[in-house]
């Protein structure tokens, strides 16, 4: 696991640096203040959220036994969309705490919310059913969707203040400051870990409950830390990016390529390509730029869902022909 996960890191930092090249108007090595531009306000960020989405993929693939799963199954983005657009509404400028907040801690609240009011949905007697868990996460989802744009059309003077596309698909160049940056780093580091802690687990989960209850494993209470940790690891990265989607779909099918279904390698060699994938598209953003035709720094969201789409396409007719 080691040197797996020490070939994973050298990936990612090749990667890294050959994003780090890749400027607005020029391809090539930048000057100092242009590199730490680029260091600490794309790639680290962009790498940051990318291996949150990833390996929280990993987990709900697993746990709901589903390749479709991906980290916003349970409505997670949307709650925190959807919460963070609230905090911006005049009514509440004037509650001295909610003001004294910031709207990324905000839709941090937003999206472990309604996470815990899913699985509290989706429990029945301590069991959770994968099924349920779909049907319901797809629910909570077009129901936070329908609620911002009808938010958005009363609200009309809130369009005029920017960001709304860039909020509605995600982006990692937001307003957060170094200090909320640095929580969502420590809680994806700490939910990260233990979700590697318990890959193992998800291994059995894949066998069935029968097997699963034959060898020990208490496969429910497995299932419900598990979507609480992969949630609360989504829900830290959508805090400072808002809802980037696909990665979490994208890189551990990928991943399966080059190290099959044991999910002690996936998690690890998924995190590095979620982290690539997205560093990835951020510099193509920055590309598009110079492109004529585009002239415009894309959402880094945006780029996700035109590459995801398609992958997506392909996952499910796969899927249907199995």
Same mark, same amino acid.
């Given at each position: 696991?080691? =040197? ?18 890749v400027?607005?108007?020029?391809v090539? !090595? ?33 746990? &709901? ?25 005049? =009514?509440?400028?004037t ?51 329908? =609620? ?7 609200? !009309? ?7 709304? &596309? ?22 994806i ?27 020990g ?60 994938v ?41 899927h249907?022909?199995?």
């Open positions: 696991m080691f =040197v797996l996960l020490l070939i994973s890191s050298g990936v990612w930092s090749l990667v890294a640096i050959a994003c780090l090249m400027g607005s108007r020029s090539g !090595w930048p000057e100092y203040e242009i590199l730490s531009l680029r260091l600490y306000n794309h790639v680290l960020p962009a790498s940051l959220i990318g291996s949150a989405l990833a390996c929280a993929g990993v987990t709900y693939q697993a746990i &709901l036994r589903n390749p479709l799963a991906d980290p916003y199954l349970l409505g997670t983005s949307s709650g925190a969309m959807l919460a963070a657009y609230i905090y911006r509404l005049p =009514v509440f400028a509650v001295g705490w909610i003001s004294a907040l910031t709207p990324h801690t905000f839709a941090l609240l937003g999206a472990l919310g309604i996470t815990t009011l899913v699985l509290i949905l989706c429990g029945s007697r301590g069991v959770i059913h994968p099924v349920t868990v779909i049907l319901v996460g797809a629910i909570i989802n077009s129901i936070c969707g329908a =609620v911002f744009l009808l938010l958005n059309s009363i609200f !009309w003077d809130l369009q005029g203040t920017g960001g709304i &596309l860039t909020f509605m698909v995600g982006d990692i160049q937001t307003t957060a400051s170094w200090q909320q940056i640095y929580l969502s780093a420590l809680g580091g700490i939910g990260w870990v233990l979700l590697v802690v318990l890959s193992p687990f998800l291994n059995v989960i894949r066998l069935g409950e029968d097997e699963a209850s034959s060898l494993v208490k496969i429910q209470r497995i299932r419900g830390l598990g979507l609480i940790i992969a949630s609360g690891v989504t829900a830290a990265a959508v805090a400072i990016s808002g809802p980037i989607g696909f990665i979490g779909l994208i890189c551990p099918h990928i991943a399966r390529w080059f190290c099959g279904n044991d999910n002690r390698r996936l998690m690890i060699v998924a995190t590095a390509l979620g982290a690539s997205l560093t990835m598209a951020d510099a193509l953003s920055r590309y598009l730029l110079s492109v004529q035709f585009i002239h415009t720094i894309l959402p880094i969201g945006v780029i996700t869902a035109i590459l995801g789409g398609p992958f997506f396409l392909i996952l499910l007719l796969r249907r022909r199995e």
